[in-house]
């Protein structure tokens, strides 16, 4: 599975959350395994949102991609995703793939025959590679809020008459344009001449200032490291004995008095010995913290650090806070129609805490900790504290380009239960406080000390 936890990733598709397909869940199914579909599978199918066509042929797959006029054949040219190991015949122009029932589906409509231009071969000039690159973010791009006032001038730059091979001129170009969308999920891969170039966008403003004080470092990537062990360090002496740092270090809990606290810097990898979206080491964490914390008058969640991870991870933690089933938000492919795909919070089975809960949460919180926050928002015993989050929700779809370059971007519409959309926005605090002026523990205090029943 492909997930990074600096934001979430899909390589289509496999899936690092659940995907809304423009579709109604209740549509789909029975399943069954793709290798037992037979004939019924057979054809050539156009998704719903993405931008893929998909050709199945005796349960053999064929993978294109689409944006605007041009249409190409996946250059990785990978045919084992998880993600069609189950299949449900809709209907005879209708089918849904699914690694699991209960996991994420992709709608696909019959079409008659898989299109002329996307068996034509190319050069792929610099020009034709800017020119997907700018169909593909017109097609998909959820541009909305600040970010949706410069996709003109994205798609602008991207124009170049340029005939030659796309080099490393044209990959600077390119990334420059990318950068002003000011987005943590789109980013550019590639290698040329035998050497590795990576781009990634959107830099929170706190940890872009870490990286740039010299003072923290000798080059950013120490710098921000230094940040998050001063992130870390002064947490850690706030909680009594220290707290308990656990689950792969992922979390951090303990208690600060009579308040009861729960850091959580990513949603996945809380164990290096098991998948990314493994839940084991998760729930043990999670269980002797809320054991902890019954009968406190007030718990304290953290995600002023979280760097993302998977959907399902933070919907699983919310709840462990959960009175009754929640709606925490909707979403659909960009591009797709139909109703939007709901998730909820569900009460946990498991260990939980129903008093008040302060979430805290801070520009550097993306991505998973930001569709947490509106799963943590639907409670009414949770009321988020601190700074505006990142607004980068969509998960990040990784668009492989016909020279061999992949192109990351997101592709969805989120929307939270009032149906508004936070993407390029960012989710404001119920109580706005500054999380890192002057230390993250200045804030921790504050909120302890309002948690706190009056002596």
Same mark, same amino acid.
């Given at each position: 599975?492909?997930?990074?936890?600096?934001?979430? !990733?899909?390589?289509?598709?496999?899936?690092?959350?659940?995907?809304? %397909?423009?579709?109604?869940?209740?549509?789909?199914?029975?399943?069954?395994?793709?290798?037992?579909?037979?004939?019924?599978?057979?054809?050539?199918?156009?998704?719903?949102?993405?931008?893929?066509?998909?050709?199945?042929?005796?349960?053999?797959?064929?993978?294109?991609?689409?944006?605007?006029?041009?249409?190409?054949?996946?250059?990785?040219?990978?045919?084992?995703?998880?993600?069609?190991?189950?299949?449900? /015949?809709?209907?005879?122009?209708?089918?849904?793939?699914?690694?699991?029932?209960?996991?994420?589906?992709?709608?696909?409509?019959?079409? %008659?025959?898989?299109?002329?231009?996307?068996?034509?071969?190319?050069?792929?000039?610099?020009?034709?590679?800017?020119?997907?690159?700018?169909?593909?973010?017109?097609?998909?791009?959820?541009?909305?809020?600040?970010?949706?006032?410069?996709?003109?001038? !994205?798609?602008?730059?991207?124009?170049?008459?340029?005939?030659?091979?796309?080099?490393?001129?044209?990959?600077?170009?390119?990334?420059?344009?990318?950068?002003?969308?000011?987005?943590?999920?789109?980013?550019?891969?590639?290698?040329?001449?035998?050497?590795?170039?990576?781009?990634?966008?959107?830099?929170?403003? $706190?940890?872009?200032?870490?990286?740039?004080?010299?003072?923290?470092?000798?080059?950013? %990537?120490?710098?921000?490291?230094?940040?998050?062990?001063?992130?870390?360090?002064?947490?850690?002496?706030?909680?009594?004995?220290?707290?308990?740092?656990?689950?792969?270090?992922? /979390?951090?809990?303990?208690?600060?008095?009579?308040?009861?606290?729960?850091?959580?810097?990513?949603? #996945?990898?809380?164990?290096?010995?098991?998948?990314?979206?493994?839940?084991?080491? @998760?729930?043990?964490?999670?269980?002797?913290?809320? $054991?902890?914390?019954?009968?406190?008058?007030?718990?304290?969640?953290? &995600?002023?650090?979280?760097?993302?991870?998977?959907?399902?991870?933070?919907?699983?933690?919310?709840?462990?806070?959960?009175?009754?089933?929640? *709606?925490?938000?909707?979403?659909?492919?960009?591009?797709?129609?139909?109703?939007?795909?709901?998730?909820? &919070? &569900?009460?946990?089975?498991?260990?939980?805490?129903?008093?008040?809960?302060?979430? !805290?949460?801070?520009?550097?919180?993306?991505?998973?900790?930001?569709?947490?926050?509106?799963?943590?928002?639907?409670?009414?015993?949770?009321?988020?504290?601190?700074?505006?989050?990142? #607004?980068? @929700?969509?998960?990040?779809?990784?668009?492989?380009?016909?020279?061999?370059?992949? *192109?990351?971007?997101?592709?969805?519409?989120?929307?939270?239960?009032?149906?508004?959309?936070?993407?390029?926005?960012?989710?404001?605090?119920?109580?706005?406080?500054?999380?890192?002026?002057?230390?993250?523990?200045?804030?921790?205090?504050?909120?302890?000390?309002? *948690?706190?029943?009056?002596?």
């Amino acid at each position: 599975m492909a997930v990074t936890l600096t934001g979430k !990733l899909i390589r289509y598709a496999a899936c690092a959350t659940l995907v809304a %397909a423009g579709m109604s869940p209740a549509l789909a199914g029975p399943w069954v395994p793709m290798a037992t579909a037979g004939k019924a599978a057979d054809g050539v199918w156009r998704s719903r949102g993405y931008g893929h066509i998909l050709v199945v042929h005796g349960g053999a797959r064929t993978l294109y991609h689409v944006a605007g006029a041009f249409c190409y054949r996946d250059p990785t040219g990978e045919t084992d995703d998880d993600t069609y190991r189950l299949v449900s /015949i809709v209907s005879p122009t209708h089918i849904v793939f699914a690694a699991s029932a209960d996991q994420t589906r992709y709608g696909f409509d019959r079409i %008659a025959a898989l299109p002329r231009r996307c068996t034509v071969q190319r050069g792929w000039t610099a020009h034709e590679l800017g020119e997907v690159i700018a169909a593909t973010f017109a097609d998909l791009y959820p541009g909305f809020g600040r970010r949706g006032r410069t996709l003109g001038t !994205l798609t602008a730059a991207l124009a170049t008459p340029d005939t030659r091979p796309p080099d490393l001129v044209f990959f600077q170009r390119t990334t420059q344009a990318l950068a002003r969308l000011d987005d943590a999920h789109v980013g550019l891969q590639a290698t040329i001449a035998g050497v590795d170039h990576a781009f990634e966008g959107g830099e929170a403003p $706190t940890i872009s200032s870490a990286r740039a004080n010299p003072a923290m470092g000798a080059d950013p %990537a120490e710098r921000e490291r230094a940040w998050s062990k001063s992130y870390r360090e002064g947490i850690t002496g706030l909680l009594d004995g220290g707290g308990h740092h656990v689950a792969n270090r992922r /979390i951090l809990w303990g208690t600060i008095g009579r308040i009861g606290y729960l850091n959580i810097v990513a949603m #996945g990898a809380f164990d290096k010995d098991a998948p990314p979206d493994d839940m084991h080491a @998760l729930d043990a964490a999670l269980d002797d913290a809320l $054991t902890a914390f019954q009968g406190l008058p007030g718990v304290i969640v953290d &995600v002023t650090n979280n760097r993302g991870g998977y959907d399902a991870i933070g919907l699983h933690i919310a709840g462990r806070f959960a009175r009754e089933r929640r *709606l925490a938000f909707s979403k659909r492919a960009v591009g797709a129609k139909g109703a939007y795909q709901r998730f909820e &919070v &569900v009460p946990s089975d498991r260990v939980r805490y129903l008093g008040t809960v302060a979430l !805290l949460t801070s520009d550097v919180t993306v991505s998973a900790g930001e569709t947490f926050t509106l799963a943590m928002r639907a409670l009414p015993n949770v009321r988020q504290i601190g700074g505006r989050t990142r #607004g980068a @929700l969509s998960d990040q779809l990784a668009k492989p380009l016909p020279n061999g370059w992949t *192109l990351m971007l997101p592709a969805e519409d989120y929307r939270d239960p009032a149906g508004r959309s936070q993407e390029g926005v960012g989710i404001d605090p119920a109580r706005s406080l500054p999380p890192f002026d002057p230390d993250h523990q200045t804030m921790i205090r504050r909120v302890v000390q309002s *948690l706190s029943p009056p002596r």
